[in-house]
């Protein structure tokens, strides 16, 4: 009986602890508002992201860095392309009124070119396939619910945030250095300055973070939060955002007080990241809608999302955020003429539905006669951070590379593995052997042909290791 009775207090003992252990109901409805606050904050919060290092690499707001050399694995934007040199200007209105963006023309290069929000709302595109149609021209960008005077000669574009970015992609010919040089003095020839000082306007700074550990990919913890706050203190609430105000407030974020949760509630915050990652990977693994009915190659985006994007999300009725979360989550930039300057592929699974594991070695093959007015691209980034896969000597290869090697048809074999197979070295993007990787196809200038779908790109194919 006494046994008995041990066991029976050790039982209620143990009850006891874990009803005090559980989270209260207060507790649950914070970590799934925080939840929630992940997945509807993703795209400012990868905005943050990439101005966080550019300031600390001593650029700063409405100047430009770039790299004067297509990017290696030290640039840890969410998949980036390593055929391009990229200029990036992070502008910001609230102090200095309306910005402009100074495009020259395409004349002695060209660029691919997007100017967004910090909700990576796309405004304008910029360069051939821009509003200025390569002819160069000069983008005002004026702040939320400016009134002043808008000058003739500007191509005007009205954002709903004080502060955004624009993506400037100097196009190569080639990976020779006299091609590289070329571009970046053409990227070079970019101006940002405010609209006040036009009349003599001062000289673009240029900070080059071709050596600079450029990260940017999302950290699921505390540190997303913590960018969320940097947005929420500095740029006006959207109409159709208000719902949050409350719902981040729980969270303690709230504009104008200082975000500082104590221990439990950081707790708590990194729980949710963590929660949101395993909703936003599950989303991934279903996969986006195939392009081509044929093959498993996808745009990396929802219909839904591509629909209420370009309206400006004015559709009354959606309002696809979940869509949203997982397209930021793997990439940025928001293009206003999807499909016209670049249009992007993704494939994370091989022919057979398989995640594309580091160490094995697989085969695309790139049918000839690719319908494109300028190259077409393959990039191999890690698909955990979606990043460029670390310490590797190169990440892609592309049609603008003049050693890559076509077979008797036209068509290319690009080879994707921790080691070349015999002979294939120049058609070669090296993985990691610890580490599963996805495939980003692009295409610059795709012409009508590629949505026609007369030309299709085949699967990803696992083959043995020679």
């Known amino acids: 009986m006494k046994s008995k009775l041990l066991v029976a207090l050790a039982l209620f003992s143990l009850s006891s602890a874990a009803v005090a252990q559980a989270p209260s109901v207060d507790d649950r409805l914070v970590r799934s508002r925080a939840v929630e606050a992940v997945i509807w904050g993703m795209p400012a919060v990868n905005y943050d992201l990439m101005l966080q290092p550019a300031l600390k690499a001593g650029s700063k707001e409405n100047e430009i860095i770039y790299w004067s050399r297509p990017v290696d694995w030290h640039n840890q934007t969410l998949t980036p392309n390593p055929d391009a040199l990229y200029f990036m200007i992070f502008f910001n209105t609230k102090e200095v009124g309306p910005i402009v963006i100074d495009v020259p023309p395409a004349d002695d290069g060209s660029f691919a070119a ?43 574009v009205r954002s709903e945030t004080f502060a955004g970015y624009a993506l400037f992609r100097s196009n190569l010919a080639s990976h020779s250095e006299a091609d590289i040089a070329k571009a970046a003095k053409y990227g070079k020839r970019l101006k940002v300055y405010p609209l006040s000082q036009a009349a003599n306007p001062p000289e673009t700074k240029f900070t080059d973070a071709k050596d600079i550990l450029y990260d940017s990919t999302i950290p699921y913890d505390l540190r997303f939060f913590q960018s969320l706050d940097r947005v929420v203190q500095t740029e006006p609430w959207q109409t159709r955002d208000k719902a949050m105000i409350d719902q981040l407030k729980s969270i303690g974020i709230e504009k104008g ?28 693994a279903r996969g986006f809608p195939p392009f081509f009915t044929s093959s498993r190659w996808a745009v990396p985006a929802f219909p839904d999302l591509v629909k209420a994007g370009s309206s400006g999300y004015a559709e009354t009725d959606m309002y696809p955020v979940d869509a949203r979360a997982l397209t930021y989550s793997i990439g940025y930039i928001g293009i206003k003429r999807l499909g016209t300057a670049q249009l992007y592929l993704i494939a994370a699974k091989d022919k057979k539905g398989n ?13 000839p006669n690719v319908p494109v007015d300028l190259y077409w691209s393959v990039t191999a980034h890690d698909r955990q951070t979606h990043a460029l896969i ?7 290869r592309a049609s603008n590379v003049a050693d890559v090697q076509k077979n008797s048809d036209g068509s290319i074999d690009i080879y994707f593995g921790p080691k070349a197979p015999v002979g294939k070295e120049t ?26 779908k007369v030309w299709v790109l085949p699967d990803v194919e696992q083959i043995a290791a020679r």
């Open 114 to 156: 997007n100017i967004d929000t910090v909700w990576q709302m796309p405004l304008e595109d910029a360069g051939t396939y821009g509003a200025d149609k390569g002819a160069g021209g000069k983008y005002l960008i004026l702040p939320p619910g400016y009134s002043g005077s808008q000058p003739d000669g500007y191509i005007v």
């Open 257 to 284: 007080k200082a975000f500082n949760p104590d221990a439990k509630a950081i707790a708590v915050l990194n729980g949710a990241a963590a929660d949101a990652r395993g909703v936003l990977d599950r989303m991934y």
């Open 355 to 367: 995640t594309m594991a580091g160490g094995k070695t697989y085969r695309l093959n790139v049918p």
């Open 390 to 396: 670390k310490n590797m000597t190169r990440a892609s």
């Open 427 to 452: 058609n070669w993007v090296p993985t990691d052997p610890k580490r599963d990787f996805e495939l980003l196809f692009r295409v610059y200038g795709p012409k009508k042909e590629f949505f026609d």
